[in-house]
């Protein structure tokens, strides 16, 4: 790429956003009731300023969406001047918290809480808009607006009506325009600025009488003046602008961060993380230049940031340059804006406020049971306000969590040989004492009960409790078990195992009886005696005489796993094994099948071999393991796929890659020679051999093991049962890479094309949290 290419994309993305934010500044301005220009100064200061100073690169900062809302307050409560005031104050507290580098401080407020308070804000600026696209005028709450919209819905006035119409229907179809010219204007003109255009045309062309945008000379322009109020109302206004302009850029952040790696997953430029108390410092120089030249509050968007990172910017040098052209359209197109009926702006600024209820967030917070917290905050700021529907929903939040805490299931049931098993699930306090003692007593004398805990906190009275019951009930002669939720015994003395899943015996270094610190001197080195049993046993502790690495795991597992899957364990066993995949690998020990498909008991029908190999039906040899198990899953277990993995670092393909020695050699130079066509195969390439996408090969070996792949999915497609899978359209085969060292997985593109490309597997991109549509 030369050097000018990360400038000229840059440039190219600027004008993208540009038309996207000049359309939204004066709507923002329009719902918050200040002075048009006092968006575009917004727009202006938050891409160069904040562009400039900002911790996160690709971010776009301007008018803040989510205080359209609290702005409106401050205008009607203190007015114009003193609300920029306030804007430029609480830019001076945003730099404070930045020196105390408190920036992720913030991120710690419940997502339910800051959607929910989004959500508020949208509704709020929803019903407002809509009473201006209606041709009348908005009230003073979202209540009043409620209340007053069936008698404006009764008579609407038919020019704003008819105008913002076309601007909410061009808003809503432009991203669907079909072929190539809709392709084509949708990445020309944003859907935004072909409302607003198609609106004003409307408007022109009709000849409609209406209210249009009034840009007064920049000269009369107001700036602030000293707050003049109370001044406990005065700090709650400068820290409610701190707390949601400081959230919403922040959570816009994290977005553009989340978005960009994505980007470079694909083959996008890198860039730079973002640092949060630098960007933190970079809103609070913005909202200090803001307020002192009487501009709207000022926060990083999610709209306009992700259509920064689409359009390809590369770096700041994009949002510093939108705000040029900000300025530019600010001295040298009034007259145009000024053409722009309100009620285009009116209807741009509603579709913004009814996308803030954002349904992927309320799914997301669904899955998470805190329904309620958004709920209590987004209608309290609704009714109320933005600092009080907050403050609402943070105690909502805390409730929940307490219940949560306190929520305790007790469960009692009589199994079928006269046993009974009590089952807490929960934490186990003194809440819940009196409903465990209730069930305790249902269990008659000298009987058998098991108590299984599933929990992390057990207090003191609950402990009195439980262990006073115990107590007594094997003196009367009653048998006793209190186990975990895995199984094991509360109490018995065995060494705790937290191995993570998938350690290697050698890397376990688990907590548990203490061994010999006895040193002895071998061939490398001085060590400890208990450090040589720990590694026999595959764990940081190894009880005397106990040195089998595979006993030991599987010990493990009885204590921890078996307990966990005993159930699924026990349907499998009962209803048989239904896989609908055959997945053949190397023996080889480093490619644990599982692991590398996430996939448990009963999903794969796997068969292993030196190289995994698949020998030509009819092949001269005298295993025929592999054509028995391919035949069985094909016809008997019916499986869908067919997957050959091949490995990083094969030793049977270094070996095909020695030549023969002739003669019959032992058992695996035999078994190798179902390899050779690979090596032949790789040989008649003639430079169109398989390939990775995202990087060359690295070797011959590496080109070898993905060549053998191919060719072993050519045998498995010789073999009569697969044929004849394959003809009916039931069967699919793959092929499959994994680089060890990478821990990557690579799999065949389907296609037949000339050269076999294997492409990386890519996790899942995790849905990017949006602040404001704005």
Not at 5 to 25: E, G, H, M, T, Y
Not at 321 to 332: E, K, Q
Request: with cysteine.
């Amino acid at each position: 790429m030369s050097a000018c290419a990360p400038r000229r994309a840059d440039l190219f993305a600027s004008v993208s956003v540009f038309l996207i934010a000049l359309p939204f500044a004066l709507g923002i301005a329009l719902a918050t009731g200040a002075p048009l220009q006092a968006g575009l100064v917004a727009a202006a200061v938050g891409g160069i300023v904040a562009g400039s100073l900002g911790g996160s690169p690709l971010m776009v900062s301007g008018p803040a969406g989510g205080l359209t809302v609290v702005t409106a307050e401050l205008i009607q409560q203190y007015g114009w001047r003193t609300t920029c005031a306030i804007t430029a104050l609480a830019g001076v507290v945003q730099l404070t918290l930045s020196a105390c580098r408190a920036a992720r401080s913030a991120l710690v407020v419940s997502p339910a809480i800051v959607h929910g308070m989004l959500a508020g804000v949208g509704v709020t600026i929803a019903l407002a808009q809509l009473h201006v696209v209606l041709g009348g005028s908005p009230e003073s709450s979202a209540a009043a607006n409620l209340q007053a919209l069936p008698r404006q819905l009764a008579s609407p006035g038919g020019a704003a009506l008819a105008v913002g119409a076309v601007t909410v229907g061009a808003l809503l179809l432009w991203p669907r325009l079909p072929g190539r010219t809709g392709t084509a204007l949708r990445k020309a003109v944003p859907a935004a600025l072909a409302a607003v255009i198609l609106g004003t045309f409307l408007a022109r062309a009709a000849g409609f009488r209406m209210e249009q945008a009034d840009l007064p000379s920049w000269s009369s322009h107001t700036l602030p003046e000293l707050p003049d109020g109370p001044v406990l109302g005065l700090l709650a206004a400068v820290l409610t602008v701190t707390l949601v302009a400081s959230v919403e850029s922040l959570l816009s952040a994290v977005a553009m961060d989340k978005l960009t790696a994505i980007r470079q997953r694909s083959g996008g430029a890198p860039v730079a993380r973002t640092d949060f108390d630098r960007e933190l410092r970079g809103q609070g120089t913005a909202n200090i230049v803001s307020g002192l030249f009487g501009g709207l509050p000022i926060a990083g968007g999610a709209v306009r940031s992700t259509t920064n990172v689409s359009a390809g910017a590369t770096g700041r040098a994009s949002a510093v340059l939108h705000g040029c052209w900000i300025v530019l359209a600010a001295g040298l197109l009034v007259g145009l804006i000024e053409f722009i009926p309100l009620a285009a702006l009116a209807a741009l600024v509603m579709v913004v406020g009814v996308q803030m209820v954002n349904v992927r967030h309320i799914r997301s917070i669904a899955r998470h049971r805190e329904v309620l917290v958004y709920a209590a905050t987004g209608l309290a700021v609704t009714l109320l306000g933005v600092l009080q529907g907050v403050g609402i929903g943070a105690a909502v939040a805390v409730g929940v969590a307490l219940h949560r805490l306190a929520r305790t299931r007790i469960e009692h049931e009589r199994a079928a040989d006269g046993a009974h098993h009590v089952r807490v699930r929960g934490q186990l306090t003194f809440l819940a004492v009196p409903r465990l003692s209730r069930t305790l007593a249902l269990i008659p004398e000298r009987g058998r009960a098991t108590v299984e805990l599933d929990g992390t906190f057990m207090d003191h009275a609950a402990y009195e409790t439980l262990h006073d019951w115990r107590t007594s009930y094997t003196a009367t002669g009653g048998e006793v078990e209190v186990i975990g939720s895995s199984g094991q015994r509360i109490g018995e003395q065995e060494p705790v195992h937290n191995c993570r899943p998938w350690q290697p015996w050698r890397n376990h270094q688990c907590t548990g009886a203490p061994h010999s610190g006895v040193t002895e001197r071998s061939a490398g080195g001085t060590r400890g005696r208990g450090d040589d049993r720990a590694r026999a046993h595959g764990h940081g502790h190894a009880p005397e005489g106990d040195h089998d690495q595979l006993i030991s795991g599987v010990r493990n597992f009885q204590r921890t796993t078996a307990p966990l899957l005993r159930r699924e364990l026990a349907r499998l066993a009962h209803e048989g094994q239904r896989p609908t995949q055959l997945f053949l690998a190397c023996a080889d020990s480093r490619v644990v099948t599982s692991m590398i498909t996430s996939s448990g008991p009963g999903d794969l029908f796997t068969v292993r071999n030196v190289g995994n190999l698949v020998p030509l039906p009819g092949a001269g040899s005298a295993d025929h393991s592999v054509a028995a198990a391919i035949e069985y899953a094909v016809d008997i277990l019916g499986v869908r796929t067919i997957t050959v993995c091949g490995h990083s670092g094969c030793g049977a393909m270094q070996a095909l890659q020695q030549p023969p020695t002739g003669g019959d050699g032992g058992a695996l130079e035999r078994w190798l020679r179902h390899g050779r066509p690979s090596v032949e195969r790789m040989a008649a390439w003639n430079g169109s051999a398989p390939r990775l996408d995202r990087r060359p090969t690295t070797d011959a070996l590496e080109t070898l093991v993905l060549t053998n792949v191919v060719q072993q999915l050519d045998h498995l497609a010789r073999h009569a049962c697969v044929a004849r899978r394959l003809a009916d359209g039931t069967l699919e085969l793959r092929g499959m890479y994994f680089h060890v060292g990478e821990a990557q997985a690579y799999v065949l593109e389907r296609g037949g094309a000339a050269v076999p490309v294997f492409s990386a597997v890519e996790p899942l991109p995790e849905a990017a949290p949006q602040t404001v549509a704005g």
